[in-house]
T-cell receptor, first 111, second 110 residues
Framework: NAGVTQTPKFQVLKTGQSMTLQCAQD?????MYWYRQDPGMGLRLIYY???????DKGEVPNGYNVSRLNKREFSLRLESAAPSQTSVYFC??????????FGDGTRLSIL | GQSLEQPSEVTAVEGAIVQINCTYQ??????LSWYQQHDGGAPTFLSY????GLEETGRFSSFLSRSDSYGYLLLQELQMKDSASYFC???????????FGAGTTVTVRA
């Protein structure tokens, strides 16, 4: 059982490049989330999707877009990467009223 | 919005007990969760409180006081493998999203 799978695990971009981070879960969860984690700041919610076909902004959505492609997949896109978006990105999923399950993260550096 | 405060670091010896406090200020509150993260890896769920009182799961316990907007995670019989970061997270009553604290790094010494 793979759980939540994120690809890629590492990526280096140049400022202005675009990039899509992929996330897939095989647990049939309705809700999916994208977070970023910066040193000393915990996890901050970028976007979430309460169910297939819906997406909503979180705490720090600027500079990002998302797509809930189907129930399994929730992608995060950086249209024009900026150094301030250097971070570790985590995807998570859960059924309603249950704990969130996290992927292993994508370490993204923008030069 | 939500804001949560927890200590940044705690150091203790093997076999000791550690309590990580978390205070929260929220516009709507449903429950408080605790997650563990080793070396920047995937956070994993530890415990959850929606009602006041103590929840016990093996060596870990979590407590919530809604009237005080306060909770804590208690780590007992500390082991080296408990060295990790611990995050409290509040769940909103309207949308069930989680807001995380900045995390507490626990270092267990021999």
């Amino acid at each position: 059982n793979a759980g939540v799978t994120q690809t890629p695990k590492f990526q280096v971009l140049k400022t202005g490049q675009s990039m899509t981070l992929q996330c897939a879960q095989d647990m049939n969860h309705n809700s999916m989330y994208w977070y970023r984690q910066d040193p000393g700041m915990g996890l901050r919610l970028i976007y979430y999707s309460a169910s297939e076909g819906t997406t909503d902004k979180g705490e720090v959505p600027n500079g990002y877009n998302v797509s809930r492609l189907n129930k399994r997949e929730f992608s995060l896109r950086l249209e024009s990467a900026a150094p301030s978006q250097t971070s570790v990105y985590f995807c998570a999923s859960n059924p309603r009223d249950q704990p969130q399950h996290f992927g292993d993260g994508t370490r993204l550096s923008i030069l | 919005g939500q804001s949560l405060e927890q200590p940044s670091e705690v150091t203790a010896v093997e076999g000791a007990i550690v309590q990580i406090n978390c205070t929260y200020q929220t516009s709507g509150f449903y429950g408080l969760s605790w997650y563990q993260q080793h070396d920047g890896g995937a956070p994993t769920f530890l415990s959850y409180n929606a009602l006041d009182g103590l929840e016990e799961t093996g060596r870990f316990s979590s407590f919530l006081s809604r009237s005080d907007s306060y909770g804590y995670l208690l780590l007992q019989e500390l082991q080296m493998k408990d060295s990790a970061s611990y995050f409290c997270a509040s769940e909103g009553s309207n949308d069930y999203k989680l807001s995380f604290g900045a995390g507490t790094t626990v270092t267990v010494r021999a």
